[in-house]
């Protein structure tokens, strides 16, 4: 960076020189420092990447303070040493800040709530996931009104929904804030003034929005949700095709670059992130071994839910612990029971490198009604502005939470909360 202290004069460079001599052997200049992603400049030049952000944010601080922008103090390396050593901490947050009482947006359920310790909270990205059908957009679109109730119910603040399919339904938000009584009594409803429709109709789109103008957004309208519905649509349009092994490896990359964007909004202006994502059919291959040539610890016997390929005897199943078609099933919210029904498994769009991305996954299943378990029928708007009923010939819908940094995971054994959706969003159904 030999144009560092050409841009800067007076920037301090001691406190990065491990980092300039490589910087500089790579090419990379100041605006490239500012520019490009910090992940392929530290990959590039071969440098840490939290020491090239601290530098990169230092920059910014400088720039800022000399064009007379207000911005935070700029405290160099060895104030820092004078700050710790006088008693004041250097540290951003203390204790007492870390251990403050957790925020959270209600879905207006007790159960709902208390299956996901009590709601969802700020600076956490956070995913919902189900087959069409299973309510994912009626959850959220639930959330984007709770989110504007004052606490302990909310945030008191605007929420953005950005559309990779349908437009935003307007209609099917008034019946909500309608017909639910609690957002319907409130001294303070939500209103749909609150709520910013952003529509994404390709990836290239959603890139620039996500990059440039949410972040804008977030901080003029002081937003406290952000929800994508659904996450998953563009990159499923644009990564398809004959060149697909080239076009995954690709979208690996573009996976890894939005889930840490997406982090760090929510943790930057203090709000919920909630995406909704896609499903898809599990197809796992099963190989068939003699008990004579596998390992006892690697055999397992057939599920007796899944009739045998040789008949009704039963042969045992060999398997490799460490592959991701046995490990998924910890993650995924399909298949966790190993001893349960293996039938119409689902795994999440996006596969491994998106899980890795976020911090909860909420799982929608549902499940066509059987005889002797009816249902009333109950109208409700579509996004499409039609009246659809849901008649006697339903389905039976269950809310489970596959993994969270806040929340419990739902049991191996059990199928979590069963759910409805009704004219004013969703809501438990008791025993």
Not at 216 to 237: C, F, K, P, Q, T
Not at 317 to 345: E, K, M, Y
Request: glycine share 6%; hydrophobic share 40%.
């Amino acid at each position: 960076m030999t144009d560092l202290l050409h841009v800067i004069p007076d920037f301090p460079i001691k406190s990065y020189t491990h980092l300039l001599p490589s910087l500089e052997k790579h090419l990379v200049t100041t605006a490239d420092l500012l520019t490009l992603d910090a992940l392929e400049i530290a990959k590039r030049a071969q440098v840490p990447l939290l020491d090239l952000r601290r530098l990169a944010n230092h920059v910014i601080a400088i720039l800022h303070r000399d064009l007379g922008f207000e911005s935070p103090e700029i405290v160099s390396a060895p104030d820092a040493q004078k700050k710790q050593h006088s008693g004041q901490s250097p540290l951003k947050h203390t204790g007492a800040g870390l251990i403050r009482p957790w925020k959270f947006i209600t879905t207006l359920d007790p159960s709902l709530d208390a299956a996901l310790g009590g709601g969802i909270p700020p600076r956490y990205l956070t995913e919902i996931v189900g087959e069409s059908g299973a309510g994912k957009t009626q959850l959220l679109l639930s959330l984007l009104l709770t989110s504007q109730l004052p606490p302990p119910q909310g945030l008191s603040r605007a929420a953005v929904y950005i559309s990779t399919e349908a437009p935003l339904p307007t209609s099917r938000l008034t019946q909500i804030l309608t017909s639910h009584p609690v957002l319907r009594a409130h001294s303070s409803p939500p209103t749909l003034s609150q709520i910013l429709g952003i529509q994404t109709p390709d990836l290239e789109a959603q890139e620039h929005i996500i990059t440039y103008q949410l972040p804008i957004a977030v901080a003029r309208y002081n937003v406290g949700l952000v929800v994508i519905d659904s996450i998953a649509a563009n990159y499923r349009a644009e990564h398809s095709g004959p060149n697909a092994p080239a076009a995954l490896a690709e979208r690996s990359g573009q996976l890894s670059k939005l889930g840490s964007q997406l982090r760090n909004l929510a943790r930057q202006y203090d709000c919920a992130i909630v995406v909704a994502n896609q499903v898809s059919d599990r197809f796992a291959p099963v190989t068939i071994v003699s008990p004579s040539s596998a390992p006892k610890s690697i055999i397992a016997t057939s599920s007796p839910h899944q009739p045998s390929i040789f008949g009704s005897q039963q042969q045992p199943v060999a398997f490799d612990p460490l592959t991701l078609d046995h490990q998924i099933r910890f993650f995924s919210g399909w298949g966790s029971d190993p001893n349960g029904t293996q039938h119409n498994l689902k795994t999440p769009s996006l596969g491994l490198v998106w899980a890795n991305q976020i911090a909860c996954r909420i799982v929608l299943s549902k499940q066509e009604c059987e005889s002797g378990r009816i249902k009333h029928s109950v109208s409700c708007d579509t996004s499409e502005g039609m009246r659809a009923d849901w008649t006697p010939r339903s389905w039976r819908r269950w809310f489970s939470i596959a993994f969270a940094a806040w929340a419990e995971a739902t049991a191996e054994h059990e199928e979590g909360v069963e759910f409805e959706i009704w004219s004013g969003g969703i809501k438990s159904i008791g025993l």
